[in-house]
């Protein structure tokens, strides 16, 4: 990837794809990074830097942090720890018993259930 374009007042960047990569096309993405758009629509969909911006920020030795949405930081995983999770009750489950008629013979042959008849007579 390769910053072409720099426009430092508006904030606009144009990163150019110089190869293809895992499915993205070659061509050139605008990235605002004061408004955390890129025409590849990665970074407004996740609220995360794309490869894009990531490009633009390490070109520009800026720090890319910032403009990484709140929700994704440390601390915000830590508040859904800070409070009290309730006990789990205790469960005792249920009685579960077998049925001895479904039960079937371990070893052996299995037992006939044919009908026998007159054919079945030995000579």
Known sequence: ??????????????????ESFEGWLQGSFRVRLSAGLCDCGLFQALHYPCRHALARCATASIKWAPYVHPIYRQEAVFKVYEMEFPPIPKWYGTLVRPNPLMRRKATGRPESTRFQNDMDEVE
Do not use: G, N, Y
């Open 1 to 18: 990837m390769h910053v072409t374009h720099c426009d430092r007042r508006d904030s606009v960047f144009v990163v150019e794809e110089l």
